[in-house]
């Protein structure tokens, strides 16, 4: 069965702890995964998302303490989006005055109730109020009340200089089709993917080119349900497009390839196995640091590296 979507959105912090925070008592998600970033030990790598940790709801971070602020600019992500029922806008606005956190007046785009916000690190976010959600389970293990949780992405948006080359990737490897457009967005839906399942491209012909930093999105995973179907997508990259993606690298929790599509933005193509609870129950997760076997053997090296987030 093909599974088409967002799988997850990767971007990088400031400090751990007021990303840990923000992400699990202010926006109320599951710290669904505690671990490291494979590449570089001595930092953590938090995924955030509903309490399955389903693919369509992961947004992950690796936070550095000193890193600089990132500046928005052409191929990057410009805005990560979730879902929440049509009738929480107004709580989530009432939260964000109370909380402090700056945000948008409320907006209509393509039709929909969007209220858009800012994390500590300046990452641009939204949520958009999504009818006949209700009834679909949010995590009310955080701050948040179930009714009005978080249910997973709705879209990211990418800042590009042309749309038309990443658009037909979009089409033709990743189970996109354009549905809509509004100015100068060029909105793709992934069939009847409710979770996940929209990208939005907007053309900003001569802008800056993007400069990544704290609340930039490092890179967007898209979905593949299994190594076959990610082999098919890898192939038709090189066959259509003459993109060649990075070999199959192991993140213990899907097996991931990435490569720049024609915008220069990073994309991964991966797989939705095995999943968050290969190495956790689900009932624990997120609560112990969990580290990739090769790593291991470096525990009490890696945990007095890290700072402290209990």
Do not use: C
């Not at 076997?293 to 007095?304: V, W």
């Amino acid at each position: 069965m093909r599974s088409n979507g967002i799988h997850h959105v990767t971007a990088i912090a400031g400090p751990a702890r007021r990303n840990l925070d923000f992400y699990t008592r202010v926006l109320g998600l599951r710290l669904v995964k505690k671990t490291v970033n494979f590449d570089d030990p001595g930092t953590y790598h938090f995924y955030y998302g509903d309490e399955a940790g389903q693919p369509g709801t992961i947004l992950t971070f690796f936070p550095w303490a000193h890193v600089a602020p990132g500046r928005l600019g052409s191929g990057e992500t410009q805005e990560t989006v979730f879902r929440v029922p049509e009738g929480a806008i107004g709580y989530w606005v009432q939260r964000f005055v109370e909380k402090g956190v700056p945000h948008q007046a409320v907006e209509q785009r393509f039709g929909e109730t969007v209220l858009a916000f800012k994390d500590p690190d300046g990452m641009r976010l939204a949520l958009v109020a999504v009818p006949g959600i209700g009834n679909e389970p949010g995590w009310a293990g955080g701050d948040v009340p179930a009714e009005h949780a978080i249910r997973g992405f709705h879209s990211v948006s990418l800042l590009l200089e042309d749309t038309a080359a990443t658009g037909a990737i979009l089409d033709d490897v990743l189970g996109f089709k354009e549905i809509g457009r509004e100015g100068a967005m060029v909105r793709y839906r992934a069939g009847d993917t409710a979770i996940g399942g929209i990208v939005d491209l907007q053309a900003a012909g001569g802008a800056l080119p993007s400069r990544p930093g704290a609340g930039s999105v490092h890179h967007i995973a898209f979905r593949a349900a299994d190594d076959a179907a990610q082999a098919e997508m890898v192939k038709r990259l090189a066959d259509n497009h003459r993109l060649i993606t990075t070999e199959q690298k192991d993140r213990a929790y899907f097996r991931s390839v990435y490569f720049r599509e024609p915008g220069r933005v990073l994309f991964e193509i991966a797989t939705d196995i095995p999943g968050f609870a290969v190495d956790e129950p689900a009932d624990t997760l997120g609560r112990a640091l969990k580290l990739p076997r090769f790593l291991e053997p470096h525990r009490a090296e890696i945990e007095r590296v890290l700072p402290d987030v209990a």
